[in-house]
């Protein structure tokens, strides 16, 4: 998959803004004495995982963070229970019968990732919520409003936080000193997970250091970089709580990872669509684009190498389009899609399907009947611009990398009481 480099400036332009907060909190982990390779019962985010993925994973280890996290694809034959409260009873279950153990300290947890080539860094704690008007959390894509009600009733039936967003912001090393003094002690956690990736994670309980960080992270910005749909859950619940009369409580942060990109950068990826029922043979290219056959290399189908371009294919027979005229960089290839092509050729929403995958994408496509739309990677600039300005771009209009592993560090609101 083709990336791209990322740096972000995110600090406010005055001090009246909110401060970004991160703060401490008892984590609950999976317990190696219950289920022995912690690695093994990791996966990827939620977003990411196809039916295939999620066997593979539930093969190698029946407790798998998969089945608190997608309990609408994981079946059950012996129960009929809402997806949603069985995956909070086999919660429940696993914290009585110690599979899942809770820290005896509240925390910040430096957690470092990577596969040899890269290797990411950052904080975890429990973001204070911030509307979009206070320009504290950025985000820069809209959401799905299904997605949103799935893990908002995930989360509500859990009352606890599976899985930490990611975040970026520009500290040009300013917790750098913190974490380097953290990650020089052993580490709580030591695991290689199934895609061969290294995960260690640290804690940080000192009320000098935990004090330092609040005060260095305050005056930032951060952008959201992966999990839109988790933080717009993350306000509903809080939004729910203050209808019905509730006072400050667990409700009131979520779960996050926040990364230094001036330390740390991550890259960025294309998210691809497939639509179905749409034939490659009949498609036309609307005004403004230019559309000509392509034969890929090894008669494998790749993402395009530049902007304003699209690879078409439903699995046999490939095709580029092209933007003609000169490209405004205002608009990204994902506005293009969504804005006019999509238009043009009468699909709805409905029938579009998103993967970070060429392979997902090419999958997904010929199993509905349909085509794959490979897209190049989104720019930073273009991310930067939109969330600056108080945009919003199309959904899945990025893709932040490498992404973190989930069940390695998990929220309980009743640890919190």
């Known amino acids: 998959m083709s990336t791209v480099r990322c740096s972000v400036t995110l600090q406010h332009d005055t001090p009246s803004l909110p401060p970004l907060r991160l703060r401490p909190f008892p984590a609950m982990r999976y317990n190696p004495e219950t289920v022995g390779d912690v690695g093994e019962v990791t996966s990827p985010p939620y977003d990411v995982m196809d039916r ?9 280890h029946p407790r798998n963070i998969v089945r608190l996290i997608l309990p609408r694809m994981v079946s ?30 509240s925390a910040l947890y430096v957690y470092e990732y990577g596969d040899g080539r890269q290797s990411v860094c950052g904080l975890v704690g429990t973001l204070d919520l911030r509307k979009r ?6 985000p820069h894509e809209d959401v799905i409003e299904a997605i949103v009600a799935d893990r908002l009733a995930m989360l509500t039936a859990s009352e606890a936080n599976l899985e930490p967003i990611l975040l970026v912001y520009d500290g040009h090393g300013a917790t750098a000193d913190i974490i380097a003094k953290t990650r020089a002690r052993s580490p709580l956690t030591d695991v290689r997970a199934a895609d061969g990736t290294v995960h260690r994670l640290w804690s940080i309980t000192d009320p000098d250091d935990l004090g330092e960080v609040r005060d260095r992270l305050a005056p930032h910005q951060a952008l959201i970089a992966d999990g839109h749909h988790r933080y ?49 043979t009949a498609l036309q290219a609307p005004a403004g684009f230019e559309l000509s056959p392509v034969q890929p290399l090894a008669g494998t189908a790749a993402a395009p190498t530049r902007r304003g371009a699209f690879v078409l294919t439903d699995g046999s027979a490939w095709a580029e389009l092209t933007r003609c005229g000169e490209r405004d960089d205002a608009v990204s290839d994902a506005e293009l899609l969504h804005e006019q092509l999509l238009v043009a050729w009468g699909v709805g929403e409905e029938r579009v399907g998103y993967h970070h995958t060429v392979e997902q994408t090419v999958r997904n496509a010929h199993q509905d009947g349909g085509v ?15 969330a600056r300005a108080g945009k919003i771009m199309p959904r899945k209009s990025t893709s932040f990398g490498p992404k973190p592993r989930m069940g390695l560090v998990m929220r309980s609101f009743a640890d919190e009481a």
């Open 52 to 60: 295939p993925m999620i066997d593979a994973l539930l093969k190698a």
């Open 133 to 138: 008007s206070e320009r504290v959390i950025l």
């Open 372 to 386: 794959a739309v490979l897209l190049h990677p989104t720019t930073v600039a273009e991310v930067m611009a939109v």
């Open 232 to 280: 717009a859950t993350y306000l509903q619940l809080r939004q729910r709580h203050r209808t019905i009369g509730d006072g400050p409580g667990p409700w009131d942060r979520g779960l996050a990872l926040l990364i230094d990109q001036s330390q740390c950068p991550l890259q960025l990826g294309a998210i691809h669509r497939s639509v179905s029922e749409l034939s490659l």
């Open 76 to 105: 059950d034959p012996v129960t009929a229970d809402n997806p949603y409260h069985r995956a909070a009873k086999l919660l429940e279950r696993w914290r009585s019968q110690q599979v899942l153990v809770t820290d005896p300290d």
